[in-house]
């Protein structure tokens, strides 16, 4: 999935925080990330706090425009995003932003964009303390999206998949897909069925992976507004082989066989690899977010039931 050369892009759109930190601890108190799964998965959900509410611990999320640093500075193209992940993060930022708020506005929804954060080591987030072990995700206290960008080839390593262009853009549109969800009120859904094959966790992880698929497949159509040109290439069948891969290796079946060899479907809280790959192909066939209602799907193994 390439940008086109022309595009412009503000490396202001992200506060980018690498360089900075060291390893260790967990996000605290509302964030969902990939890693904090794989530990819930192998060892229950206690082991991390994901209520998400305004008390959570941490507090002093990202700061709004801050002034980018010297490794974002450059990314100011989608040539640059095309050469380098954090530049491609900023570059898809920008176009979730476009394509969003115009969808959003279609079904009565009052947009407003998420914040981002780049960082490497360590980060504070509204969510409580972030490191490079929680890999990237969204915190509803702050609606910020957090992203250690050498989680990809970390994760790759450890759990297959891909990290073409495509499968670090899909991870990125996930978490986002969290921001919508946080707008339209659907991300408590979550907290009140937090586990199980066909709980309200699955259901709000696979509808996120469907706003992915929703946006991949309006992504070569939606303009940058400065240089009037279309963000991103058309994609190729290649290219959604990779987000696809990336989708498997997050299942919760891949995960716990991969991490202990057993497979327990009470304790799923983001859905199996078939129904990750198959809701981000329901949103990229789709027209409109209304084919995402997972909330309402009799059988989560068939999008559209």
């Known amino acids: 999935m390439s940008f086109n050369d022309d595009v412009q892009i503000d490396p202001g759109r992200v506060s980018d925080q690498r360089g900075g930190g060291g390893r260790g601890g967990l996000v605290a108190g509302g964030g969902v990330s990939v890693v904090g799964l794989i530990l819930a998965l192998i060892f229950g959900p206690q082991v991390l706090d994901?209520?998400?509410?305004?008390?959570?611990?941490?507090?002093?999320?990202?700061q709004s425009q801050q002034q980018p640093q010297a490794d974002s500075a450059r990314c100011t193209s989608g040539k640059a995003a095309n050469s380098d992940d954090g530049c491609r993060l900023i570059a898809t930022m920008e176009s979730l932003d476009e394509y969003w708020k115009t969808e959003t506005a279609d079904n009565g929804i009052r947009f407003h964009r998420p914040e981002a954060v780049l960082f490497s080591g360590q980060t504070r987030s509204g969510c409580g303390q972030a490191t490079s072990d929680t890999g990237p995700f969204y915190c509803p206290v702050d609606?910020?999206?957090?992203?250690?960008?050498?989680?990809?080839?970390?994760?790759?390593?450890?759990?297959?998949?891909s990290s073409g262009?495509?499968?670090?853009?899909y991870i990125v549109a996930h978490e986002y897909g969290h921001h919508v969800?946080?707008?339209?009120?659907?991300?408590?859904?979550?907290?009140?069925?937090p586990q199980g094959k066909s709980s309200g966790a699955v259901r709000t992880e696979?509808?996120?992976?469907?706003?992915?698929?929703?946006?991949?497949?309006?992504?070569?159509?939606?303009?940058?507004?400065?240089?009037?040109?279309t963000f991103i290439k058309p994609i190729t069948q290649t290219q959604i082989k990779d987000a696809l891969a990336a989708a498997a290796s997050v299942g919760?079946?891949?995960?716990?066989e991969t991490a202990s060899g057993r497979i327990n479907p009470d304790a799923w809280t983001h859905g199996s690899s078939a129904e990750r790959q198959a809701w981000f192909m329901q949103g990229y066939r789709a027209q409109s977010m209304g084919a995402c209602n997972t909330f309402r799907a009799a059988d989560l193994d068939r999008p559209g039931s």
């Open 50 to 62: 994901q209520g998400g509410d305004s008390g959570s611990q941490g507090g002093g999320g990202a």
């Open 143 to 161: 609606e910020t999206a957090y992203v250690d960008t050498s989680f990809y080839k970390d994760f790759t390593r450890q759990f297959g998949g």
């Open 165 to 169: 262009p495509l499968a670090q853009m």
């Open 181 to 193: 969800q946080n707008l339209a009120g659907d991300l408590s859904e979550s907290q009140h069925d």
């Open 206 to 229: 696979l509808q996120a992976d469907c706003y992915a698929g929703l946006w991949a497949g309006h992504a070569a159509r939606t303009k940058d507004p400065e240089s009037g040109k």
């Open 252 to 256: 919760d079946d891949h995960i716990q």
